[in-house]
């Protein structure tokens, strides 16, 4: 299972029920939060998402509808008893603040915060299964978009096929990684023979909340699903540069040049009640475009 | 119009859709804010509360389900172009979270926020028409509770009698004030021979996060409407003392001290899914007690 779960979809001021963002990414038995704007504690339980299971929380920048939820997240978790690290990745002052808040609360969280300063492009987070990459964006003020990534899974062994090449079962772990067997006779048996590839491995980039910048295609390239942000339609481009924003059209136009599978467009300014014509404009350049719906999951 | 709308009315862990503590009070022209937890600006949309109409936020105290939706609500009203002061009454490290994360967000508020530090009981507000006096409660850190009062309403003039008594118009808000009239003979006119009594004014008292502390009913003597938290019911006494909030029968205990009019109670336990029993037992000691349910408006 690799998916992500839409909780906000709506630019600074909430509407129309839509919340400010904040995305969770089911990895496996990972949750990711990603960014986590008010009300998102709130809409976790709506949800019945399992706060527990967060281990890892991405805070793109320090606007507060990208972050304001946080602190109540955190204060929540210490109030249920959480005991397990949890991982804060975000720009540096956010640290600061949330300090402040814990202190002049007189609380003790009961679970240990491990912040990791957002300040270079590359991997923050690297385990044997995924890993998590961030990468700068153009907005007003320092941000950051991520991308996460399954591991390159491990080739499928073909059963009557190791049998025929009298491979040792103690080798499997080697040709599961794609590694050639050579026999007692000094026979090489070529890996491809012997098992088949697994699925690839898929990956998700958020792009936070940016205006258009044709390197995000690079950064992003190929990747499974790409979230950008659309806070306009395509007739305001003017005020979505002068804002640090994009438009349908814009985010369409990198999932093109960055040639992904899906596009999931979010981040709606208040100004606009129905989300129809986000999806047509985007769709007539990028055709697999999806509107971020709070409360759906989309499969990467 | 003397009114206090709930928008939240459970503690600290949202829970069975409750929301943390905000209550708006409406006194004619004027709206107050008192407390703002998470979801606060939401509700205000849900409930359609004009927030261009709070001119004045009181913070009771700096725990996080009292306040954290108060830099939530500021950036949106600064969004919405909001442009005439808004007033700010709490803790004084409030202001540096404010300020803290309004500077690392780069927003420049288009209106003005006059901070009010707490620091000691009495007045904080003084208009013609209200006062609002705050005083410190017993809670885990530094809390305070208010109370709204009306100014005393002025006499009503008895068309009838002052013709028949000879009084000039000139006089009459003087009479209204409850002077009495001399006429050119030299005669006494007496006040309420010519005035009858206006409709008392009415006061709200908010306690905040609070253990039983009696001194609290003598703050809030005669009260029209006291609110009172009742974080638990009557037989979590010692759990209530320990964490410095109270049950049902302190509540309603406070309520019979201070000869209040009614009673309204909330801040209910996450543990708690009905409420029930809240109101069953407070009204065994104070029968005209009220639940403070999300939504509802009780008049003062």
């Known amino acids: 299972m690799f998916g992500v779960t839409i ?6 001021l909430p509407a129309y ?3 400010p963002t904040a995305q969770v990414v089911t990895l496996n038995d990972q949750l990711f939060l990603i960014d986590c704007g008010e009300g998102t504690q709130m809409q976790l339980t709506r949800y019945k998402i399992r706060r527990s299971k967060i281990n890892h929380i991405f805070i793109s920048h320090l606007h507060g509808d990208h972050y304001f939820g946080l602190i109540g997240l955190i204060t929540s978790m ?3 008893g959480r005991e397990h690290e949890l991982h804060l990745y975000g720009p540096s002052p956010l640290q600061d603040i949330l300090k402040m808040q814990l202190d002049v609360a007189a609380t003790n969280l009961p679970f240990p915060i491990v912040f990791h300063s957002l ?4 991997v923050i987070v690297e385990t044997t299964k995924f890993s998590v990459a961030c990468f700068p964006t153009q907005h007003r003020i320092p941000c950051w978009g991520f991308i996460i990534r399954e591991k390159k899974n491990p080739r499928k062994i073909q059963k009557e096929k190791v049998v025929q090449y009298g491979i040792p079962a103690a080798y499997y772990d080697k040709l599961k990684e794609g590694s050639d067997f050579e026999n007692k006779n000094g026979e090489i048996i070529k890996n491809e023979w012997v098992t088949i590839p697994n699925k690839p491995p898929h990956s998700y980039a958020f792009c936070a909340d940016t205006k258009f910048d044709e390197t995000l295609a690079e950064k992003t390239k190929g990747v499974t699903v790409l979230y950008h942000e659309t806070t ?3 007739d305001l481009e003017e005020r979505a540069n002068t804002r640090f924003h994009s438009t349908t059209v814009q985010a369409a136009t990198i999932a093109v040049k960055a040639n992904v599978q899906r ?3 979010g981040h709606f300014s208040s100004k606009y ?3 129809d014509n986000f999806l047509a404009e985007a769709q007539e350049v990028f ?9 759906a999951t989309y499969q990467i």
């Open 119 to 122: 300040d270079k492009e590359g």
């Open 263 to 265: 596009l999931l467009i």
């Open 273 to 275: 009640e129905k989300l």
């Open 17 to 19: 029920e839509r919340h």
């Open 232 to 234: 306009y339609l395509k």
């Open 78 to 80: 210490g109030l249920l």
């Open 287 to 295: 055709p697999d475009t999806h509107l971020a719906i709070e409360g």
């Open 7 to 12: 909780l906000g979809n709506n630019s600074a």
